[in-house]
């Protein structure tokens, strides 16, 4: 990624002049003289004027077949990441796929599917979606779409949405095949609408701390928030961890209305300013849902954006305990632009201020690689050591009962919790980095689903299940293949890690995403300390 720099209001005129001094460069080596072209002297001489003289020269005169449709693209994107790291273009063909998550649905058949062992394997249907409907189960193979094949060594997971993808009310029809029964057999689906969701998990622990795993703010993310909620008060929730963790963001509104839940009425939520923007405040609007419930909110050096204006609403408000490690820093508002061709533009227009009026964006500009900021993280021990963290000393805000915080760099945890580094091995670290453990969990479950489904629940399935010596046979065996050098030793000290791990992974293969929390919470050091200090009344 090139390095993005601050850029003078004047940039088209300076990357004309740039690009006509090059054509000039290569005139001076010849010995005649050839006049500019009458446009160059018939047209204003205005940057953009100059930018339009240029790219018509070089579509008329340059040398070689130019794609001038992508030359401006890439010209675009150049200029739009000179100004700051969040301002960028979209083309038409991206702008699609990168509205869905945030739109919240997309249309297709709704299921899960990951590629194993060179085929496309369903993990689950989406629920209410055309494909649990007509009884397409987790384990199903998908091998042909409309009479195509789709298995193979070079089958991606692009080439497979594009073909189960479409407009709602089109069908395709597929081949699958299912285990325990002899021959693949044929299902036409009628393409519908499927929800992308934003809670990923929503459980209420033994204790009563009820959990919340977020993992986008968008259009749909207030009411799955509320019923998620809602439910977990039913069910006799105490007190709430909210988990922002690796929560790149999303929507603003997203943010504000998630807060409004949370903050008694007229309390600052944010507020934004520009140079074309005046300042816009954001307040709490209503009696929220969850005004007077105990609340933690987890972040990590993932949770970014959206994430950081609801915990640092929730933190300079005194509202509750933010735990984790620093945020990511980002703190510019993005207005996204269309343009004719379908295309798109997302200009930073404004900053976002915390209600304590602290800007929480990280410096970029000349001289700072903003996209190795998580490398420095680690080679400074702020990932270990709390006062190893790069905050700005001297931007100096307090909270409504007085306490510091800190700006420009992101949202700094009331409660720093260090990476879990207990039972980390290299062996470890090949195996749930290649992605070997998960597909382990996947082939587990898929010889013997019958075996996990009669546990009845993940809380069951985690207390009775071990790993045997056949399982780790099994499993150092597939590490083997897949590369992976066998370390008994570290193999040995990584074995308690390792056994959680995998109870989580065949929990997702079994139950969703509920399953794998259920399990994974009970060895995460973030959520236990977070759990820890609620129950404390801190």
């Not at 007229?266 to 609340?295: C, F, K």
């Not at 915990?311 to 510019?332: M, P, Y």
């Not at 800007?359 to 900021?373: F, L, V």
């Not at 909270?399 to 091995?425: E, K």
Request: glycine share 10%; proline share 4%; net charge negative.
């Amino acid at each position: 990624m090139r390095d993005p720099r601050t850029i003078h209001p004047a940039v088209p005129l300076l990357l004309s002049l740039a690009l006509v001094a090059g054509l000039f460069i290569g005139h001076g080596m010849r010995r005649e003289h050839m006049p500019l072209p009458a446009l160059f002297v018939a047209r204003g001489t205005s940057p953009s004027d100059k930018v339009d003289q240029v790219l018509d020269l070089i579509d008329r005169q340059y040398v070689d077949t130019v794609a001038k449709t992508q030359l401006v693209e890439e010209v675009i994107q150049d200029l739009l990441q000179r100004l700051d790291p969040h301002s960028y273009y979209i083309s038409a063909a991206e702008l699609r796929a990168a509205q869905e998550p945030l739109e919240g649905s997309f249309e297709g058949i709704g299921v899960e599917f990951a590629i194993q062992h060179d085929t496309v394997v369903v993990i689950a249907p989406v629920e209410g979606g055309p494909s649990a409907a007509l009884g397409i189960r987790a384990g199903d193979r998908i091998v042909a779409a409309d009479g195509r094949p789709m298995t193979g060594m070079d089958i991606t997971n692009e080439q497979v949405m594009e073909r189960l993808r479409g407009p709602g009310g089109s069908s395709v029809t597929v081949s699958i095949v299912r285990k325990g029964q002899a021959r693949p057999f044929e299902v036409t689906i009628e393409r519908g609408k499927i929800p992308i969701t934003s809670v990923a998990a929503s459980l209420l622990r033994p204790d009563g701390t009820g959990y919340i795993k977020l993992v986008r703010f968008a259009r749909t993310t207030h009411q799955e928030f509320v019923d998620a909620a809602r439910a977990l008060q039913q069910a006799g929730m105490q007190r709430l961890v909210l988990d922002l963790r690796g929560n790149g963001g999303g929507y603003l509104n997203a943010a504000i209305e998630l807060a409004d839940e949370f903050l008694p009425e007229d309390r600052m939520i944010v507020y934004t300013q520009g140079r074309s923007h005046p300042r816009q405040d954001y307040r709490a609007t209503r009696n929220g849902l969850l005004e007077t419930m105990p609340l933690a909110v987890l972040i990590d050096e993932g949770s970014a954006s959206a994430s950081e204006i609801l915990a640092g609403a929730v933190q300079d408000n005194d509202r509750g305990t933010i735990v984790g490690r620093r945020s990511f820093g980002k703190g510019l508002v993005q207005e996204h632009l269309d343009l004719p061709d379908h295309s798109a533009v997302r200009l930073t227009t404004a900053r976002y201020y915390t209600p304590s009026g602290r800007s929480i964006q990280r410096p970029y500009g000349e001289g700072i690689d903003y996209a190795d900021d998580l490398a420095e993280r680690f080679d400074h021990g702020e990932m270990l050591h709390a006062d190893s963290a790069q905050v700005d000393s001297t931007q100096v805000y307090r909270t409504t009962s007085g306490r510091v915080v800190y700006g420009g760099g992101g949202i700094t945890p009331d409660l720093f919790v260090a990476a879990d580094t207990a039972g980390t091995t290299r062996f470890l670290n090949e195996l749930f980095f290649s992605g070997t453990l998960n597909q382990f969990a996947f082939d587990v479950v898929d010889r013997d689903r019958a075996r996990f489904e009669a546990f009845g629940d993940p809380l069951v399935f985690r207390d009775r299940f071990r790993m045997d010596d056949r399982l780790w046979a099994d499993l150092v065996a597939l590490a083997t293949k897949e590369g992976i050098t066998d370390r008994p030793g570290e193999r040995a000290q990584s074995a308690a890690a390792i056994e959680q791990r995998l109870k989580a992974g065949i929990a997702r293969n079994v139950w969703g995403n509920e399953g794998f929390y259920r399990i994974l919470l009970d060895s995460d050091s973030i959520f236990l300390k977070a759990d820890e200090r609620l129950r404390a009344g801190g």
